[in-house]
């Protein structure tokens, strides 16, 4: 830890040989704390991301930067205010922005007093062109030993968050929530709701215009996420529709990273294939043969079905299914019961025949068959 010290004077005065008076003023000590900062690149990047990369290392050297500064979590009793620190730039991003690796460590160097406190937040300026995903920070420097920063969520309860916090933390919440206003860019991370009021498109033709769906007293849900366009030209209540190939507003936090981005399109690209080529061997097949209507359904109950057991392949002792009910009296209360059942059985027969032959010797002994060619 290099230590700056502040200039100290003192003064004394002898009024006599036994009487001597010493005043000494100190200046708060500053102190210089190294933060490491871990950013993770892209693994494919196309064309316009490389040279808009490149734009951002020359930027950097002109003064561009990477600028962050620390929080404390303490109160400045003069400002009332939160402590910060000197702002600090990330250093050889120039450099450093063409490794071919996943992650890479830049490093800053942060001033702060001796009072300053425990550091609570560090506030993160991007002036580049090009977004670039910070994974955490970590500051070595304090006394209380290194600082891990994880950047992905707020380490505080809301009841619980320093007094040097809470206006960071309201400003947090305002760029979560918005203020209802404005449309949405892709670089937002508001979470504010409409209604379904873009599942039409009146301005194509008023066939194409479709009714808002929620928003009203009875029917208050379902909600989209709000992105503010405008109206259309021809209804006012509709909003303005967004065509391929323009992406939709979704909130920056929700959006897919690069790996899962790619994982949900292998997936999907699987998922279609994996009932495409089935459904085109089916159209293609001569033996594909559909029922065209209910009367070929009951063709099979009234005409019967050959089946064969698996068994006695040559064929001595074949067997027809048939719809026969058994002799019951027309006027029993069972027979509109039987009547209904007996389909529902012949069809359990067939499928369990598939399935497996000891069943289907189990509804030998028990469904009603009538032989054929013994």
Same mark, same amino acid.
């Given at each position: 830890?290099?230590?700056?010290?502040?200039?100290?004077?003192?003064?004394?005065?002898?009024?006599?040989?036994?009487?001597?008076?010493?005043?000494?003023?100190?200046?708060?000590?500053?102190?210089?704390? $190294?933060?490491?900062?871990?950013?993770?690149?892209? +693994?494919?990047?196309?064309?316009?991301?490389?040279? /808009?990369?490149?734009?951002?290392?020359?930027?950097?050297?002109?003064?561009?930067?990477? /600028?962050?500064? !620390?929080?404390?979590? @303490?109160?400045?009793?003069?400002?009332?205010?939160?402590?910060?620190?000197?702002?600090?730039?990330?250093?050889?991003?120039?450099?450093?922005? &063409?490794?071919?690796?996943?992650?890479?460590?830049?490093?800053? @160097?942060?001033? /702060?007093?001796? &009072?300053? *406190?425990?550091? %609570?937040?560090?506030?993160?300026?991007?002036?580049?062109?090009?977004?670039?995903?910070?994974?955490?920070?970590?500051?070595? %420097?304090?006394?209380? *030993?290194?600082?891990?920063?994880? =950047?992905?969520?707020?380490?505080?309860?809301?009841?619980?968050?320093?007094? %040097?916090?809470?206006? !960071? $933390?309201?400003?947090?919440?305002?760029?979560? $929530? %918005?203020? *209802?206003? *404005?449309?949405?860019?892709? #670089?937002?991370?508001?979470?504010?709701?409409? +209604?379904?009021?873009?599942?039409?498109?009146?301005?194509?033709?008023?066939?194409?215009?479709?009714?808002?769906?929620?928003?009203?007293?009875?029917?208050?849900?379902?909600?989209? =996420? $709000?992105?503010?366009?405008?109206?259309?030209?021809?209804?006012?209540?509709?909003? #303005?529709?967004?065509?391929?190939?323009?992406?939709?507003?979704?909130?920056?936090?929700?959006?897919?990273?690069?790996?899962?981005?790619?994982?949900?399109?292998?997936?999907?690209?699987?998922? /279609?294939?994996?009932?495409?080529?089935?459904? !085109?061997?089916?159209?293609?097949?001569?033996? &594909?043969?559909?029922?065209?209507?209910? #009367?070929?359904?009951?063709?099979?109950?009234?005409?019967?079905?050959?089946?064969?057991?698996?068994?006695?392949?040559?064929?001595?002792?074949?067997?027809?299914?048939?719809?026969?009910?058994?002799?019951?009296?027309?006027?029993?209360?069972?027979?509109?019961?039987?009547?209904?059942?007996?389909?529902? &059985?012949?069809?359990?027969? !067939?499928?369990?025949?598939?399935?497996?032959?000891?069943?289907?010797?189990?509804?030998?002994?028990?469904?009603?068959?009538?032989? =054929?060619? =013994?």
């Amino acid at each position: 830890m290099d230590l700056i010290k502040g200039s100290s004077s003192s003064s004394s005065s002898s009024l006599s040989s036994s009487s001597t008076s010493l005043v000494s003023t100190e200046k708060p000590v500053k102190f210089k704390v $190294r933060a490491v900062i871990t950013v993770r690149n892209k +693994i494919k990047e196309d064309l316009k991301e490389t040279i /808009v990369k490149h734009i951002d290392a020359l930027a950097d050297k002109i003064g561009r930067n990477v /600028v962050l500064e !620390l929080v404390s979590t @303490e109160i400045d009793p003069k400002t009332k205010a939160a402590k910060k620190s000197t702002e600090a730039v990330l250093k050889d991003w120039s450099k450093k922005s &063409n490794l071919k690796v996943e992650r890479v460590n830049y490093t800053a @160097e942060f001033i /702060v007093d001796s &009072n300053f *406190g425990e550091p %609570g937040a560090i506030t993160v300026t991007n002036k580049h062109q090009k977004e670039f995903f910070l994974e955490s920070i970590t500051i070595e %420097g304090f006394a209380t *030993g290194p600082v891990h920063f994880p =950047c992905n969520s707020w380490p505080y309860l809301p009841g619980d968050t320093p007094a %040097g916090l809470r206006l !960071l $933390r309201e400003k947090e919440l305002r760029n979560l $929530r %918005g203020d *209802g206003k *404005g449309v949405r860019n892709l #670089s937002d991370r508001i979470y504010d709701y409409d +209604i379904y009021n873009d599942l039409g498109n009146p301005d194509k033709g008023i066939e194409y215009a479709r009714p808002n769906l929620g928003g009203s007293d009875m029917y208050p849900y379902p909600r989209r =996420c $709000r992105t503010g366009r405008e109206p259309s030209d021809t209804d006012m209540y509709a909003e #303005s529709r967004v065509e391929k190939p323009l992406p939709m507003y979704v909130p920056r936090d929700e959006r897919f990273e690069e790996s899962k981005q790619n994982t949900f399109t292998v997936k999907r690209l699987k998922a /279609v294939l994996h009932n495409l080529i089935p459904g !085109l061997k089916a159209s293609l097949s001569a033996s &594909n043969q559909d029922f065209n209507e209910f #009367s070929d359904v009951d063709g099979l109950y009234s005409e019967g079905l050959l089946i064969k057991l698996g068994l006695q392949d040559d064929g001595s002792m074949p067997l027809m299914v048939g719809n026969h009910m058994p002799h019951v009296p027309y006027f029993s209360p069972h027979h509109v019961t039987l009547s209904n059942l007996w389909p529902l &059985n012949l069809a359990s027969l !067939l499928l369990d025949l598939v399935l497996d032959q000891s069943v289907w010797l189990h509804h030998l002994l028990m469904q009603p068959l009538t032989g =054929c060619g =013994c």
